[in-house]
């Protein structure tokens, strides 16, 4: 019932939030072979939705890792790659749901993140 109603509304969206968990074992178990991440980014892309958000959340639970975060973000590039999207074009933004970092104004506990920049063909 999930993946029909996800399907229902991903086909009328001109962009998708794919929200991934930041956790130890979490995340490794949505990107793997049969994980939701890998299938969720599948369908948005299958179904035309073009512009893509990555929200990598739980970020409290890795103690607001900077490396946590860009390895999660260099394993999801290959494989949104691999769908279609152009990783560049794609936001990647750490937050923690729980404690709201990074959702409507900057996080203090992640200090690192300086926000997103669009990469074009053009350069920036």
Not at 116 to 121: G, L, N
Request: proline residues 2%; neutral net charge.
């Amino acid at each position: 019932d999930f993946i029909k109603n996800m399907i229902t509304g991903t086909s009328q969206a001109d962009c998708a939030i794919l929200i991934i968990a930041a956790g130890t074992g979490e995340f490794e178990a949505g990107i793997s072979k049969d994980g939701q991440t890998r299938e969720h980014a599948l369908l948005a892309f299958t179904l035309g939705v073009r512009q893509l958000i990555v929200a990598i959340n739980k970020m409290d639970t890795t103690k607001w890792s900077e490396d946590r975060f860009n390895e999660i973000i260099k394993e999801t590039s290959n494989f949104i790659k691999k769908v279609g999207y152009n990783p560049k074009a794609v936001a990647f933004v750490p937050i923690s749901g729980w404690h709201g970092d990074n959702m409507l104004e900057e996080s203090t506990n992640m200090p690192w993140y300086k926000g997103w920049t669009k990469e074009t063909k053009a350069g920036v």
